[in-house]
């Protein structure tokens, strides 16, 4: 099975970056499409951003989108979610997730097969 670990998550002021890291096991990560969705108190689990097994094709959400900007180094198994200007409503915990049954980048949770354990981002406002 796939062991999916995020990094990099903290407490930081409004108007501030962050740089997500999900590392992933195995031997074939470049097969698998990855994203990032994130949960925020009371709230269903939402679609962040997702990019191709090659990292050409990029897919974000509305709320995101211009501020975050998803990628992937296939030679060290690993996934990136930069995030700038990061807003309040950025608050939640973020989770990683691969697809490894889907050939495209896909914003629906149930395309992935393999999730993190999350990693709590904070926005002071």
């Known amino acids: 099975q796939v062991q999916l670990v995020e990094s990099g998550g903290g407490l930081v002021q409004a108007g501030d970056s962050l740089r997500l890291s999900c590392a992933a096991s195995?031997?074939?990560?470049?097969?698998?499409?990855m994203g990032w969705f994130r949960q925020a108190p009371g709230k269903e689990r939402e679609f962040v951003a997702a990019?191709?097994?090659?990292?050409?094709?990029?897919l974000y959400a509305d709320s995101v989108r211009g501020r975050f900007a998803i990628s992937r180094d296939n030679a060290k198994n690993t996934v990136y979610l930069q995030m700038n200007s990061l807003k309040p409503d950025d608050t939640a915990v973020y989770y990683c997730?691969?697809?490894?049954?889907?050939?495209?980048?896909?914003?629906?949770?149930?395309?992935?097969?393999?999730w993190g354990q999350g990693t709590q981002v904070t926005v002071a406002s």
């Open positions: 997730a691969a697809g490894t049954r889907i050939a495209q980048v896909s914003a629906i949770p149930k395309s992935y097969t393999y």
């Open positions: 195995g031997r074939t990560f470049s097969s698998y499409v």
């Open positions: 990019v191709s097994r090659s990292g050409v094709t990029t």
